[in-house]
């Protein structure tokens, strides 16, 4: 077998979706796809294609060397999304190919299905409580909502008094038992990070979610040593290396790596083995597509540090296409009592309606995140 194409798409609402074809006609999807560069991505895996056409598409681990390392410029956001949508059509085609799930390639099952949760709030979050309690009603034990809008480096107590209260709103709405995911987003620098990483604790997040910017891990050591409650992050590294230095620190307690933008199902797992071997959860970040999410599924399956899955059914970015719009089979990823079983298909699971993604690729999208002011003019984190 081997490989003559790679097409893409570029799909409302903010996705780039991949099918990588062969002469014998099995197909792998995938979604090499980083927020607000869906075309640069989507140019890098079009480069890529030179290591891939003509190559069997079953030797999976040879052609992921070949992209990372035949470059001699690694790693980054763009060149690993695009290899991280490539590898999940690579399992997606070998698991259609042999007619069991990815997990199945994996070494199996460790769970039947995996806890999820879901957003509320919006990028500037409102109505927290109403919303929490709104998902708890559908069946979710779980859900994650920012904790500020834009804060500059050194802003009055009054912004952190107003996270606090947010988060003691949707507390008070959902009871003690429900978890909380709390997402700075980047936007907390560390002096206001220190502070209210501790003004949180009587509320017992779940996890608060990139406590500071990913260049500025380091200083985790010294502002949130001691903390009753887990810190996470992860969405903002692309590599196992990356991971591997800051589980060294041990200042982490889940790693969210996301794989569309970390080098797809095979990096993920080697992250999710680094992290097993510190005794750190595992939560894949998943604010993007059906295959995404699909693919997080099954590395969650195999993953016995693996204890929640985000997706973005239903979030605030998702204008005019949903995460299910783009499946034949709707049920693939039913969440039902606030748990999506482990899709059994075969490859990810999921099949793609491609006449559909023909037709909205026709709209596409040009989406890019906010650009956010501080009073005085300057930029502020989005």
């Avoid at 097409?7 to 090499?32: A, H, M, N, S």
């Amino acid at each position: 077998m081997k490989i003559t194409r790679l097409k893409t798409w570029q799909v409302p609402p903010r996705w780039l979706f991949l099918k990588i074809e062969t002469d014998e006609g099995c197909y792998g999807w995938g979604e090499p796809v980083i927020e607000g560069r869906a075309a640069t991505v989507e140019a890098a895996v079009h480069e890529l294609s030179d290591y891939l056409v003509g190559q069997n598409p079953r030797h999976i681990e040879h052609l992921w060397n070949v992209m990372y390392r035949a470059g001699f410029y690694r790693g980054g956001p763009i060149l690993m999304s695009a290899i991280a949508g490539i590898d999940q059509a690579l399992w997606d085609l070998k698991g259609r190919d042999l007619g069991v799930p990815v997990h199945q390639l994996l070494g199996g099952p460790v769970r039947d299905k995996m806890r999820m949760y879901a957003w509320t709030g919006g990028d500037r979050p409102t109505d927290v409580g109403a919303g929490a309690k709104a998902l708890v009603d559908q069946g979710f034990t779980a859900f994650k909502m920012n904790g500020t809008p834009e804060l500059a480096i050194v802003d009055s107590h009054s912004k952190i008094d107003e996270a606090v209260a947010r988060v003691a709103e949707a507390r008070e709405a959902v009871g003690p038992d429900v978890g909380i995911g709390i997402d700075f987003h980047g936007r907390v620098h560390r002096p206001m990070a220190k502070v209210l990483l501790r003004e949180l604790e009587p509320f017992h997040p779940m996890f608060v979610e990139e406590p500071v910017l990913s260049e500025h891990l380091s200083s985790l050591k010294h502002i949130a040593a001691g903390l009753s409650y887990p810190l996470a992050t992860g969405e903002r590294l692309h590599t196992r290396y990356q991971f591997r230095d800051l589980l060294a620190e041990g200042m982490i307690d889940i790693v969210q790596p996301d794989l569309s933008h970390c080098g797809g199902i095979s990096e993920g797992l080697k992250i999710a083995t680094l992290a097993s071997a510190h005794d750190v959860a595992l939560a894949p970040h998943c604010p993007l597509g059906p295959l995404t999410l699909a693919a997080s599924l099954q590395l969650d399956a195999v993953c016995h540090n693996a204890f929640i899955q985000e997706q973005s059914m239903g979030i605030h970015y998702n204008q005019d296409n949903d995460v299910l719009d783009y499946l034949v089979d709707k049920s693939a990823l039913a969440i039902e009592d606030g748990f999506c079983a482990i899709p059994q298909g075969p490859g990810l699971g999921v099949e793609i309606d491609e006449a559909f993604v023909e037709e909205r690729s026709k709209v596409g999208h040009r989406w890019r995140n906010p650009v956010w002011n501080h009073e005085d003019g300057s930029v502020a984190e989005w």
